[in-house]
């Protein structure tokens, strides 16, 4: 059954090609590369992606890099690896808003001349002073009845470097009282004396979002140009200057339509890049890729596979309702995946000593083979040493317990994971009470085989003392304590400080050596985890994707 949400933007695509309004759509994924692709972009990629794919058109990759005091060339590599990883092409060359500024400065000059556009001199208070409120129209600048040439003049001045930052703007002439407030005169370009991470000092004045946008798409031939809803109310801007400026778009490729869907919220974390900038800066993570962020990097480096991002993004849908998403929901995404691809594996990760006292002496190792996956044949076998010291886990044995304890107790029988049962007879402690080793008996007709005339209580997993190894394991909890970060009034308070937990002493079966970092695993009874590129041949270091259950439920 499908489990896909429902999607408004891909019903009008049908309609629109069915009725012909165009013969084939293109759409873009227009990131500014100020930071690291998070899960909100996501989903914003999947949908303009998934568009193209779906109805055999295309999709550009292009960076909306029009302000470049805070973008820089590592987030432009970054984003397009991510797109890549997430299992998507985009058609031709990577894009730049900053290879349109040629034409875009011809459309400043091409709307002064048509009295769309002057060179106001306000700063910015006045500037906001000036543009009223939602109650109140705005004031016209004292600089708006310039004339043409006057305009045309300074326009030229500040390309040319002849102002300072701030000292003069260029904004459209529209309705300063116009009741949605982006039709206020909206600037079109600011002076920013910096360089440019493609275009280096070329300019000295850089559009504004408003202006570049649409222009852009047009330019670039979009047919739906999807994007989230707090830019509804600039739509009637983004038609203002594709109609404006319509001389320089070629009529062929059709005119490209603004479409609004809601932004994806996720509980427990927050999804804006600037906050997470903030979370890197301040290095209350470990970087971008840190396993904790939400980001398309941390949930690559968690263990997330593109396939179960692209499954949670279908299942979330496309709506015009913001709602917040549990992390529930996506977990689950990942751990359908993974049980049905992940290899298994057992990692023991807070070990006590077992020793089977009546194994023999002189037998160092028995190897046993153990399939990768009990349920697909194909993912192979691998070979686990059984020795006479293992390790189980401190938390698989209790001195005494009822009979829903369903693993080891003084006098009981438990089976070994692929491998024999055991019994445990003594309990060993030090001076302080806590158990440092087991002595256990094993049975050694019961390899595959159940005893006879006993039950054992349950299965746990092990790991060979002598021939396992050490590694570290790091087990991951939410980011945030609070469901809404964002509600609290500084989101930084509500950072869980338990989110990270190192296990040093973890141990592993020799299978998991030297195994491709990004690789995911079953570590059985324990959960998901895939392995870090962390790991060195000394030792490996594995994170926790997710427990084996949701641990959300309520
Ligand atoms: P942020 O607030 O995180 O900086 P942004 O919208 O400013 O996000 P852009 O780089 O401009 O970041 O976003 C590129 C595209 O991704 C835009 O079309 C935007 O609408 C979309 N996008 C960003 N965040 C989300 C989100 N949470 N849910 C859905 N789409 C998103
Ligand atoms: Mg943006
Ligand atoms: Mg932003």
């Not at 106001?120 to 009845?145: F, V």
């Not at 002076?191 to 004045?205: A, D, F, L, P, S």
């Not at 739906?224 to 009637?236: D, G, I, K, Q, Y």
Request: proline share 5%; charged share 30%.
């Amino acid at each position: 059954e499908s489990k896909a949400g429902s999607n408004f933007v891909k019903a009008i695509v049908a309609a629109d090609l069915e009725s012909g309004k165009y013969q084939a759509i293109q759409t873009r994924f227009p990131p500014e590369p100020n930071g690291y692709l998070h899960l909100g972009h996501a989903k914003s990629i999947c949908l303009n992606f998934g568009l193209a794919k779906a109805f055999g058109g295309e999709c550009n990759l292009r960076m909306d890099d029009s302000n470049p005091t805070k973008e820089d060339i590592e987030y432009v590599n970054s984003i397009a690896e991510d797109v890549k990883w997430l299992g998507f092409e985009w058609a031709g060359d990577i894009k730049y808003t900053s290879s349109y500024f040629d034409q875009l400065y011809r459309w400043a000059e091409e709307l002064v001349e048509k009295g769309l556009a002057y060179v106001c001199e306000l700063d910015a208070e006045q500037t906001r002073e000036y543009r009223g409120s939602l109650t109140e129209a705005g004031k016209h600048s004292p600089w708006r009845d310039r004339s043409v040439e006057e305009n045309l003049d300074l326009l030229r001045k500040m390309k040319a470097g002849e102002f300072k930052d701030g000292e003069k703007m260029l904004r459209a002439k529209i309705n300063m009282a116009a009741p949605d407030m982006c039709m206020r005169d909206p600037v079109m370009y600011r002076i920013r004396h910096v360089e440019h991470h493609q275009t280096g000092n070329k300019w000295c004045i850089y559009p504004m979002y408003d202006f570049a946008h649409g222009l852009s798409d047009a330019l670039e031939g979009v047919s739906h140009s999807v994007c989230t809803l707090e830019f509804a109310a600039n739509r009637p801007l983004y038609n203002w200057f594709i109609d404006n400026c319509t001389s320089v778009v070629p009529a062929e490729l059709g005119r490209p339509h603004q479409y609004e869907f809601s932004r994806l919220s996720l509980e427990y974390t927050v999804l804006s890049k600037r906050r997470l900038i903030q979370l890197v800066d301040d290095n209350h993570v470990n970087g971008w890729d840190d396993p904790r962020m939400p980001t398309v990097s941390g949930l690559r480096r968690r263990g997330y596979t593109s396939a179960s991002i692209r499954e949670f993004c279908d299942r979330i849908g496309v709506t015009k309702s913001d709602g917040v998403v549990e992390m529930a929901s996506l977990e689950s995404c990942i751990r359908e995946d993974l049980e049905n691809s992940a290899c298994r594996a057992m990692c023991v990760l807070d070990p006590v000593k077992v020793i089977i006292t009546n194994y023999p002496a002189d037998k160092e190792v028995e190897w046993l083979t153990a399939p990768s996956h009990q349920n697909i044949p194909e993912l192979g076998e691998r070979q686990l040493p059984f020795t006479k010291e293992i390790w189980i886990d401190r938390a698989d044995f209790r001195e005494e317990a009822n009979k829903k304890f369903k693993r080891m107790v003084t006098g009981g029988e438990v089976r070994l994971r692929n491998s024999y049962c055991i019994r445990a007879d003594e309990v060993i402690k030090d001076e302080s009470g806590e158990i440092i080793e087991l002595r256990c008996s094993y049975d050694e007709n019961t390899l595959g085989v159940n005893p006879e005339g006993r039950k054992v209580r349950g299965v746990i997993h092990w790991v060979s003392a002598s021939h396992g190894k050490q590694a570290e394991v790091r087990i991951y909890d939410p980011l945030f304590s609070q469901a809404n970060p964002m509600a609290a009034e500084d989101f930084l308070s509500t950072l869980n400080p338990d989110s990270l937990t190192v296990k040093k002493n973890a141990w592993i079966e020799p299978s998991l050596v030297d195994v491709a970092a990004g690789t995911n695993f079953q570590f059985e009874r324990e959960g998901y985890y895939v392995s870090d590129p962390d790991s060195t041949a000394e030792k490996m270091v594995f994170n926790r994707t997710v427990p084996l259950r949701d641990t959300w439920a309520k």
